[in-house]
């Protein structure tokens, strides 16, 4: 089948959609259950690349959560702590490497990841079927799937769940085509590949970058590739901690996704892991209210006397000063911009979260004054040459 039509575009008012090969080839995907709308399709084939190159570059399972052609979270299979288990909602599941792998991606921004498409580098196994079946979610797309895990993942959402499957020795032609407003853009398709050999480059007074950090740095790298630019990426222990997409300015790129790292830190601090729930409130209820209660404005929340449905009794204050001291204990955090920094203010942002390892391309006009503010903290920057512009 070289022809799948599609419901509708990006928006109900734009009928007639459809994804095609333009050779007359086969697609290189298959609908296995569902039935995929343009968005979904967007997010399946952007997300896809992206898990197939985190496989081919740290040799781990890997995947990743999309969301709006962004990436909510993306990992690799790394042994998760007790702590992380808990807060990603996967302490009472088996878990096999491919489920790690995406009980981080899915974890890292629980909030965001809502609705996702999730991505596989591996076949879909029952333990990681286990996880998505009992997340909200569009759709997945994997090489293959066991009879166990698609037998799962058919009857999730009354058996509508979107279930793509993928040849993965499919390569796209090496020139791509989009149209605009009428007009065909034309490009090579970026093919650079995101290696340990990009993070030789060390700029800063502090040349030591151990091999978790060196992990790290690639899964962001790698990661940017596939975010709507600008964009930065916070990684740390083999997932993505916080994505900042589609910001006209970089250090918004570096606030949000900051923002987004730490209150994945947050999450893990004693005071969030016993907040008194209810009994019976459904995950992403606890996300929301504990994405709140991390926040500034719980103060105000409180005060409204809304936490009634959700605590059997009112969790204490999170201060300022509390959450200020837990966060000053989160380093060793590594950063990919997916193109130069402009100014120190990005570092200076970046360290509040406890980034110790950068890559970025260089080549601003400022780059002194960013190498500089680097060696204030103490922080490895590689300067990688190669720009991730996504869009």
């Known amino acids: 089948m070289n022809e799948l039509a599609l419901k509708y575009g990006c928006n109900p008012n734009q009928p007639e959609a459809k994804i095609r090969m333009k050779d007359g080839s086969d697609l290189p995907i298959t609908v296995l259950n569902g039935r995929p709308g343009y968005i979904n399709l967007l997010d399946a084939l952007n997300s896809w690349q992206l898990v197939k190159e985190l496989k081919e570059a740290t040799g781990l399972p890997a995947a990743a959560s999309f969301k709006h052609v962004s990436p909510a979270g993306a990992a690799v299979a790394v042994p998760m702590s007790d702590v992380l288990k808990k807060i990603y909602f996967v302490d009472d599941k088996p878990l096999s490497p491919l489920a790690t792998a995406y009980a981080r991606a899915r974890g890292a921004d629980r909030m965001s990841s809502y609705g996702d498409f999730a991505a596989l580098s591996d076949v879909c196994d029952k333990e990681t079927a286990a996880l998505i079946n009992r997340e909200v979610s569009d759709g997945v797309i994997a090489p293959g799937y066991t009879e166990e895990a698609l037998a799962i993942l058919k009857a999730k959402r009354k058996g509508s769940y979107t279930v793509l499957q993928i040849d993965p020795s499919y390569v796209p032609a090496?020139?791509?085509?989009?149209?605009?407003?009428?007009?065909t853009f034309e490009?090579?398709?970026?093919?650079?590949?995101?290696?340990?050999?990009?993070?030789?480059?060390?700029?800063?007074?502090?040349?030591?970058?151990p091999d978790e950090a060196r992990r790290d740095l690639i899964v962001s790298l790698i990661t940017l590739k596939y975010t709507q630019s600008n964009s930065v990426c916070y990684a740390k222990d083999g997932q993505a901690i916080g994505?900042?997409?589609g910001q006209q300015s970089r250090v918004?790129?570096?606030r949000l996704a900051g923002n987004k790292a730490d209150n994945w830190f947050l999450r893990q601090n004693p005071k969030v892991l016993s907040l008194p729930f209810r009994p019976g409130i459904r995950r992403a209820d606890r996300d929301n209210a504990i994405d709140v209660y991390i926040s500034d404005e719980y103060m105000d929340l409180l005060a409204d006397g809304i936490w009634e449905n959700t605590f059997t009794e009112k969790p204490a204050v999170f201060t300022k000063e509390e959450k200020a001291a837990w966060l000053s204990q989160l380093t060793g955090v590594s950063l990919g911009s997916d193109a130069f920094f402009p100014f120190g203010d990005n570092?200076?942002?970046?360290?509040?979260?406890?980034?110790s390892y950068i890559a970025q391309p260089g080549g601003s006009v400022r780059d002194d004054?960013?190498?500089?503010t680097c060696d204030k903290y103490g922080i490895a920057m590689a300067f990688t040459g190669v720009r991730l512009f996504h869009h």
Not at 196 to 207: F, Q, R
Not at 347 to 355: M, P, Q
Not at 369 to 372: L, T
């Open 252 to 254: 918004h790129c570096t």
């Open 347 to 355: 570092i200076e942002r970046a360290h509040k979260s406890g980034v």
């Open 187 to 209: 490009q090579h398709r970026n093919d650079a590949k995101i290696t340990a050999e990009l993070l030789t480059n060390l700029v800063t007074e502090n040349k030591e970058i």
């Open 243 to 245: 994505v900042g997409a």
């Open 174 to 183: 090496p020139v791509e085509s989009k149209d605009v407003f009428g007009i």
């Open 369 to 372: 004054n960013v190498i500089a």
